[in-house]
């Protein structure tokens, strides 16, 4: 199953905030978003509307453009792995021969 786009900006946020070496609390003081909301945001189980996101991403000094683009980035990776997935399951060999029985109605008393 392909992931959520909120999981994936929350991914993106997440990884944003650690490479700079700030706390949740850091963050969430300089967005003036509370910390168990902006964890819920990172953690993926909140959408964020555009608002939160720009705060979140001004307080991380981060351009929403890249956050948007990078999440796009990681779906388009994971889309085609599972579109790969899928041919690999669903593979049919055309060799294969199947017979279908003929359908024989019944009458019920």
């Known amino acids: 199953m392909t992931a959520l786009l909120r999981e994936v900006i ?12 700030r706390t949740l609390r ?5 967005a003036r978003v509370s910390l168990g909301y902006l964890s819920e945001v990172e953690r993926g189980r909140k959408e964020a509307s555009s608002e ?26 994971e889309e085609s792995r599972a579109a790969v997935s899928d041919v690999a399951t669903t593979h049919i060999d055309v060799s294969t021969k199947v017979v279908i029985p003929q359908v024989v109605s019944m009458a019920v008393a």
């Open 26 to 30: 850091e963050v969430s003081d300089s």
């Open 52 to 77: 939160l996101l720009g705060a979140i991403c001004g307080a991380l000094d981060v351009p929403l453009s890249r956050v948007l683009s990078e999440a796009g980035d990681e779906l388009a990776i």
């Open 10 to 21: 929350g991914d993106v946020l997440r990884r944003a905030r650690i490479e700079q070496g």
